[in-house]
Every structure is written in C-alpha cells, then in structure tokens.
C-alpha cells in the first residue's frame, strides 16, 4: 500500500511546488506507458491528494514534514540495501 501526503500550511509554498513536479512526472510515466491523454488520469490523482475523491474508511492525520522526510530515507535506504 503506498502512502498519499499532502503537504499544507506553512509549507504551502513549497507544496505547490511539489504538486507541480509530481504533475509533471506523472504526465512522463503515462505517456511513456502509451497514454495519449494522461490528464484525466492525472486530475483524478490529484483529486484523491486534494481530499474531493476519497475510499471509504480512509484514515487521515497529520504527521511533519520532518517525519515524512526521515522515513522516506529510511525507506529509500532499506530498498537500496
């Protein structure tokens, strides 16, 4: 299962930017996989991010970008390892 994060708040700024980036490298994966139209496939994406599309009985909370940072490299570590 993978993880969603949504960054808000002070680091507003910074997750616009984020969000962009990811848009982008969204846009590169599914055109690389042959999709000639990738935009809905990625509004939907960024509806579920947004909080406008969710599951049933999702769980949602709020953590720091410190935290997610440090497990994001612990993660990438143990892949690599």
């Known amino acids: 299962m993978k993880n ?4 808000t708040g002070a680091s507003s700024g910074f997750g616009a930017l984020a969000a962009r980036a990811l848009a982008i490298r969204w846009e590169e994966v599914f055109r690389a996989q042959g999709m000639k139209n990738p935009t ?8 579920f991010n947004e909080g406008w599309i969710e ?4 769980v949602k909370g709020q953590t720091s970008l410190k ?3 440090e497990e ?6 143990k892949q690599a390892a």
Do not use: K, N
């Not at 994001?72 to 570590?77: G, H, L, N, P, Q």
């Open 4 to 7: 969603i994060i949504v960054i």
């Open 40 to 47: 809905p496939r990625i509004q939907m994406i960024e509806g």
């Open 55 to 58: 599951f049933e009985g999702s």
């Open 67 to 69: 935290t997610v940072l």
């Open 72 to 77: 994001m490299v612990r993660d990438a570590r």
